[in-house]
C-alpha cells in the first residue's frame, strides 16, 4: 500500500528512500556489531563518499552512514589495522577514495581519472622515482625500511590522481588540508621556523632510534623511537589538525546557512510573492487588496517577531489529517476554489510530514490560482512506511517541461522541498487535462526500523530500537 | 463521465429525502427534465411511506435524519422494495454514519457538493444497478479496510475473501479517492470502464456482507474519537 507508484510512471522513477527498499542479509557478526555500536540510522544503498562527516576522503564516514557503525570506531580502527599491516589498509583507504563516487555523484574520481593523459603521464613518472629510490634504499642495506615504505607508492599514485581529478568542492577541501604542507616550504614567521627543528631533530632521533632498535630488536628503544616520531608529527602538524577541525566545523555551518536561505526563500515565496501576485490580480479591486495586505502584514509579523514561520502547518494542526484540513480551509478562504479533501489513515505531523503539507499546500495554491479548475481533490494517505499526498485539478493543465527553470514556486517550493527531506515530488500535467501533483515522504519514526530489519527473515526480528 | 443509461427508461424516477427544504428545492431545480422526480420527503417515517407508494428506480437519500438517520429508510425498505435503489447524500457526515448507511444497502455515496450534471450521471449509473462511490467514500472505505493490518503475521479465521479488499480493489478506490473519474482510471490502470465498474461493485459488496469485526471496531473507534 505503501509502495504504490503514481500509476502511468515507471516505478524506477522512485528512487530508493533511505535504501528503504533496499534488502541484504547480514552476517551475524556484522548484525551484533551493529547492535552493539551502532550510533546513527543507516542510509543503506550503494556506499558513497560523506560530505558532511569528511575528514579525508568521507570513506569512513561513508561506510558507516552506510552499516551504521560509530564513525569513530571505524577511523580508529583504521588506523590500527593501519599500523598493524605496515600501510596496506592505507592504500585500500586511498583506492576507495579514489572509486566510490561521493555522496550524491555518480561517477567516481577514477573515472575521470582514466581520461586524464597528463595525470597519468606524472603518476607513471613519480611511481618510477619512487621505486628507484626504494631500490637504491634496500641496495644500502636497510631492506626493512623499504619493505615498510612500499604502501606509499600506490597511495602516492592515487592521491596524485586524486588531486587532479577531484570534483571542484572537494578540490577546496584538498587545497585547504594540504595547505600547511605548502605553507612549510614558504618559511617565514621564526615560530613556524622553530617547529621545523625541533620537529626534524625528534623524528631524526626517532627513526635513528627505531633502525639502531631494529638492528637489536630489543622491545625499549623501538618503543621510545614510535613515540618520538609521534611527537614530531604532533608538533610539526597538530596546529594543521586544530585548524582542519575547525575549518570542517565552519563549512558545516555554512552548510546549514545555506539550506535555511532556500528555506527562508520557499516561504517568501509562498506568503509575500503569492500575495503580492494576488494583489496585481485583484488591483481594481481595493477592498480586497486591503484585505490580501492585511492578512499578509499579520503573517509576516508573526514570522518576524513570534517567530511563527508562514505556511507553518505543525502550529495549527498536530497531525496530517488536520493539516491537510487546514489546508483546505485556508485555500477555500483565500482563493474562491472548492477544495475537496479525502484522508486515509493518520499520523502526527514531524518536520518531515510538515515539509511534506508545506510542499501539498504550495501545490493546491498553484492549482487554485493558475488552472482555472473550480475543485481541487486532496487526497492524503498515511501508510504504514510514508505518506503520500496527491493535488488533483482539472484545469488548464500545463507542459511540465516549457516551464522555465527559474520558476520558484514547482522547483523550489515544491520539489526542492521534498528533496531536502529525503521525499520526492513528481507533476503529471498536459494542456487541457489538468494537473496532478504527487508528493511522497518516508515516515521518519518508522526508517529505522524498517531499515534494520532485513526483509522478508521474520524468524529473526531486529531488536528494535525506537 | 459514461453516462449509462438505465435500461428500458431514458428518465429514472427518482425520490428526495432529505430534511432540509431548501436543499430538496435545489436538488430537484438542479436534475431538471432530465429524471422523473417523484415526491419528496423530510423525514424517515414519510419517507418510506412515499417509497412504498411511488416504487421509484431511485432514492437519494441524505444521510442524516431527523427520526434515526437514512440508514433506516433503507432498511425499512429493501426486503420489501428491492428494485428500489439508494444513492446516499451528505454535505459534510462522520464516516461511520455514511458506512452504516451503505451498509444498510445504498448502493453510492456523493457529497452535496456535487455538481448537477455530476448528480444526474450518479443517479442514472445507480439506476443502471452500478455503484457509485464519491472520493470521500472510497477514503472512507480505504480507512476502514486499511486500520485491519495484512501486517499481522497469522491470518485469523474470521479473515474470509470478504473481509479484504484485492490489490487491485485498492488502488481503484484509491484513484478514485485522488478525484479520477471511472474513465480515468480505465485508462491508467488499462481497463475498460466495465472492469472498473465491477471493481467498485465487488468492493460495495464486501462492504455490505463483510461481517469482519474489525469494520465495527473501527466504526466505534471513530466514534469515540
Redesign the interface.
Known amino acids: 500500500?505503501n509502495e504504490?507508484p503514481a500509476?502511468?510512471q515507471p516505478a524506477q522513477d522512485q528512487q530508493p528512500v533511505n535504501g528503504q527498499r533496499h534488502q541484504e542479509h547480514l552476517p551475524p557478526w556484522l548484525a551484533e556489531a551493529r547492535n552493539r555500536w551502532a550510533s546513527g540510522p543507516r542510509t543503506g544503498g550503494p556506499l558513497r563518499r560523506a560530505r558532511d562527516d569528511r575528514l579525508v576522503g568521507g570513506v569512513m564516514a561513508g561506510l558507516a552512514a552506510r552499516t551504521g557503525l560509530d564513525v569513530t570506531l571505524l577511523r580508529v580502527a583504521l588506523v590500527v589495522i593501519t599500523l598493524l599491516t605496515s600501510g596496506v589498509a592505507a592504500i585500500a583507504y586511498v583506492v576507495a577514495w579514489l572509486v566510490v563516487p561521493a555522496a550524491g555523484e555518480t561517477t567516481s574520481i577514477a573515472s575521470r581519472a582514466a581520461t586524464d593523459k597528463r595525470g597519468i603521464a606524472l603518476v607513471a613518472g613519480l611511481a618510477s622515482i619512487l621505486i628507484t629510490v626504494l631500490v637504491i634504499i634496500s641496495a644500502l642495506g636497510a631492506g626493512w625500511l623499504a619493505s615498510l615504505a612500499w604502501p606509499v607508492v600506490p597511495c602516492a599514485i592515487c592521491l596524485v590522481l586524486i588531486w587532479r581529478n577531484a570534483p571542484a568542492d572537494e578540490q577546496v577541501i584538498l587545497r585547504r588540508q594540504a595547505a600547511p604542507l605548502t605553507g612549510l616550504a614558504e618559511g617565514g614567521k621564526p615560530r613556524r621556523k622553530l617547529r621545523i627543528i625541533v620537529t626534524l631533530v625528534l623524528l631524526a632521533l626517532g627513526i635513528s632510534l627505531l633502525s639502531i632498535g631494529h638492528h637489536r630488536s630489543a622491545v625499549l628503544d623501538p618503543i621510545g623511537g614510535v613515540l618520538l616520531v609521534i611527537a614530531g608529527i604532533v608538533v610539526l602538524l597538530g596546529p594543521w589538525w586544530l585548524r582542519i577541525a575547525r575549518d570542517l566545523a565552519l563549512e558545516r555551518q555554512a552548510r546549514v546557512r545555506a539550506e535555511e536561505r532556500a528555506d527562508i526563500a520557499a516561504r517568501v515565496h509562498d506568503s509575500v510573492l503569492q500575495t503580492l501576485a494576488m494583489i496585481q490580480r485583484a488591483a481594481d479591486e481595493p477592498q480586497r487588496v486591503v484585505q490580501l495586505a492585511r492578512a499578509q502584514e499579520r503573517e509576516l509579523r508573526a514570522w518576524l517577531f513570534d517567530g511563527r514561520p508562514p505556511g507553518s502547518i505543525t502550529d495549527e494542526a498536530p497531525t496530517v489529517a488536520a493539516g491537510v484540513r487546514h489546508i483546505q480551509q485556508e485555500i477555500e478562504a483565500r482563493y474562491e476554489v472548492?477544495v475537496?479533501i479525502?484522508?486515509?489513515?493518520d499520523c502526527e505531523l514531524d518536520d518531515d510530514l510538515a515539509a511534506l503539507l508545506a510542499a501539498g499546500r504550495e501545490a493546491t495554491v498553484n492549482a487554485a490560482k493558475w488552472s482555472g479548475s473550480r475543485?481541487i481533490?486532496l487526497?492524503a494517505?498515511v501508510g504504514?512506511a510514508q505518506v503520500a499526498l496527491?493535488v488533483?485539478d482539472?484545469g488548464k493543465g500545463f507542459d511540465p517541461a516549457a516551464v522555465p527553470a527559474d520558476r520558484k514556486g514547482v522547483a523550489e517550493s515544491i520539489r526542492a522541498r521534498m528533496e531536502r527531506r529525503g521525499g520526492e515530488a513528481t507533476i503529471r500535467s498536459a494542456a487541457g487535462q489538468g494537473t496532478?501533483v504527487t508528493l511522497t515522504m518516508p515516515r521518519a519514526a518508522r526508517r529505522g526500523d524498517t531499515a534494520s530489519r532485513p526483509a522478508g527473515d521474520?524468524k529473526q526480528p531486529a531488536p528494535s530500537r525506537s | 463521465m459514461t453516462t449509462a443509461a438505465a435500461p428500458g427508461s431514458g428518465r429514472p424516477r427518482v425520490v428526495i429525502v432529505d430534511d432540509h427544504g431548501l436543499f430538496r428545492s435545489g436538488v430537484r431545480s438542479e436534475l431538471g427534465d432530465q429524471v422523473d422526480v417523484a415526491g419528496e420527503a423530510g423525514d424517515v417515517a414519510p419517507a418510506i411511506d412515499l417509497i412504498a407508494q411511488t416504487v421509484p428506480d431511485v432514492v437519494l437519500l441524505d444521510v442524516h435524519l431527523p427520526g434515526g438517520g437514512g440508514q433506516r429508510v433503507v432498511a425499512a425498505t429493501r426486503d420489501v422494495l428491492p428494485g428500489v435503489r439508494f444513492l446516499a447524500l451528505s454535505a459534510s457526515d462522520a464516516p461511520e454514519d455514511v458506512i452504516a448507511v451503505i451498509r444498510a444497502g445504498a448502493r453510492g455515496y456523493v457529497t452535496k457538493t456535487i455538481s448537477g450534471a455530476e448528480l444526474i450521471d450518479a443517479i442514472h449509473r445507480i439506476a443502471a444497478g452500478d455503484a457509485v462511490f464519491s472520493p470521500r467514500l472510497a477514503g472512507f472505505v480505504l480507512d476502514a479496510f486499511a486500520s485491519m493490518p495484512g501486517t499481522e503475521e497469522s491470518k485469523p479465521a474470521f479473515d474470509s475473501e470478504l473481509d479484504q479488499l484485492t490489490a487491485r480493489e485498492r488502488e481503484v478506490l484509491r484513484l478514485i479517492a485522488r478525484g479520477y473519474t471511472y474513465k480515468e482510471i480505465a485508462r491508467e490502470l488499462f481497463i475498460s470502464v466495465k472492469t472498473v465498474e465491477s471493481h467498485v461493485s465487488s468492493v460495495l459488496r464486501k462492504l455490505q456482507l463483510s461481517t469482519r469485526h474489525q469494520l465495527t471496531r473501527w466504526a466505534s473507534e471513530r466514534r469515540l474519537t
Open positions: 500500500m504504490t500509476p502511468g472548492a475537496e479525502v484522508t486515509v489513515g475543485v481533490s487526497f494517505e504504514p496527491f488533483r482539472r496532478e521474520a
